[in-house]
């Protein structure tokens, strides 16, 4: 690591706010293009490199580098990239698995019965919801928009929208709850 390298993660080891936050607002942008060419997928790259960025500062005081900073965040995301890559392989080859297994296929009519309680009870549980709340689950499960893609559609904040969800997904919890203690 270079002196001034060396005296920046000092810096930011000793709680140094703004050092820190100098390094995050330098490497950012190139980080998340530079994980971006792994993922294809601008969304989780942001995210990757957030949490990188999250560890380094709760764990900053018994973090030890011994290479450039620069290169420690490159290999970092690069490291989280190829886990997410890995990751992915698995669960498609989970998916295949069990598209391709034929014998998965039957239903007994008792597995019909019971999907039919539980599509009924989400139903429930979706209808006893307030009408935001349910509109904002539904955009979120059903139609598979992130938190950003539903607060920009109904011109409202993130935190509207995380606070909704938790809502929607407590009354689940609740309703599933009570679901399994009667059927198990």
Same mark, same amino acid.
């Given at each position: 690591?270079?002196?001034?390298?060396?005296?920046?993660? $000092? &810096?930011?080891? *000793?709680?140094?706010? /703004?050092?820190? !936050?100098? %390094?995050?607002?330098? #490497? +950012?942008?190139?980080?998340?293009?530079?994980? $971006? &060419?792994?993922? *294809?997928?601008?969304? /989780?790259?942001? !995210?990757? %490199?957030?949490?990188? #960025? +999250?560890?380094?500062?709760?764990?900053?005081?018994?973090?030890?580098?011994?290479?450039?900073? /620069?290169?420690?965040?490159?290999?970092?995301?690069?490291?989280?990239?190829?886990?997410?890559?890995?990751?992915?392989?698995?669960?498609?080859?989970?998916?295949?698995?069990?598209?391709?297994?034929?014998?998965?296929?039957?239903?007994?009519?008792?597995?019909?019965?019971?999907?039919?309680?539980?599509?009924?009870?989400?139903?429930?549980?979706?209808?006893?919801?307030?009408?935001?709340?349910?509109?904002?689950?539904?955009?979120?499960?059903?139609?598979?928009?992130?938190?950003?893609?539903?607060?920009?559609?109904?011109?409202?904040?993130?935190?509207?929208?995380?606070?909704?969800?938790?809502?929607?997904?407590?009354?689940?919890?609740?309703?599933?709850?009570?679901?399994?203690?009667?059927?198990?």
């Amino acid at each position: 690591m270079s002196l001034s390298e060396d005296n920046t993660f $000092n &810096k930011i080891k *000793s709680g140094n706010l /703004k050092t820190f !936050e100098k %390094v995050f607002r330098e #490497f +950012y942008p190139v980080l998340c293009s530079f994980a $971006n &060419k792994f993922l *294809s997928d601008a969304d /989780k790259s942001e !995210e990757i %490199v957030q949490e990188i #960025f +999250y560890k380094i500062w709760k764990k900053r005081e018994s973090l030890d580098i011994n290479v450039s900073l /620069k290169s420690y965040l490159y290999k970092s995301v690069q490291n989280k990239c190829y886990q997410i890559i890995q990751h992915k392989a698995v669960e498609d080859k989970y998916k295949n698995y069990v598209i391709n297994d034929k014998s998965n296929h039957s239903i007994l009519p008792s597995d019909e019965l019971e999907i039919e309680e539980i599509n009924l009870l989400i139903e429930q549980t979706l209808n006893s919801l307030p009408d935001r709340c349910n509109q904002i689950f539904r955009m979120n499960r059903f139609e598979g928009l992130k938190y950003k893609e539903i607060a920009d559609k109904l011109s409202i904040s993130i935190k509207t929208v995380e606070a909704n969800m938790g809502k929607a997904l407590k009354a689940f919890r609740s309703n599933f709850k009570k679901y399994n203690e009667v059927y198990n």
